[in-house]
């Protein structure tokens, strides 16, 4: 099993003692509890699509896991604790430091991102 980077364990205790943070904070801090249990688990990141019950803005950045059982991936997602079924995934990987929805190097201006979602029949 992989071990965990103390910034991420650290992180991960700050949101258990504080009993907030976003999205990407309790995905991190169920995926250290995963992998205190040994169980395989792994950070994904991406939207959240304007289709279903919206817990949040459509088009929001979300994060939530996958955990490896009964040899498959399940998602989960930590912060909503509900299905959801309508999620884009961008990238999954180790945690947020590895899979960033963007990364730029040099002088850069971002104008304008959209996503757009339609429900097929």
Not at 22 to 38: E, K
Not at 75 to 91: G, S, Y
Request: hydrophobic share 40%; glycine share 8%; proline share 5%.
């Amino acid at each position: 099993m992989r071990q965990r980077q103390s910034d991420d364990l650290g992180a991960a205790l700050q949101t258990f003692a504080e009993r907030q943070g976003v999205s990407r904070d309790f995905a991190h801090l169920a995926i250290a509890l995963c992998c205190c249990m040994n169980i395989p688990a792994r950070y994904c990141t991406g939207y959240l699509s304007d289709i279903g019950e919206l817990p949040h803005p459509s088009g929001d950045f979300a994060a939530w896991m996958e955990v490896f059982l009964a040899g498959e991936w399940h998602m989960f997602d930590p912060r909503n604790n509900k299905p959801w079924f309508a999620r884009i995934l961008i990238a999954g990987g180790r945690d947020a430091a590895y899979v960033p929805l963007t990364q730029t190097f040099g002088q850069n201006t971002f104008t304008e991102f959209k996503v757009w979602t339609d429900e097929l029949a």
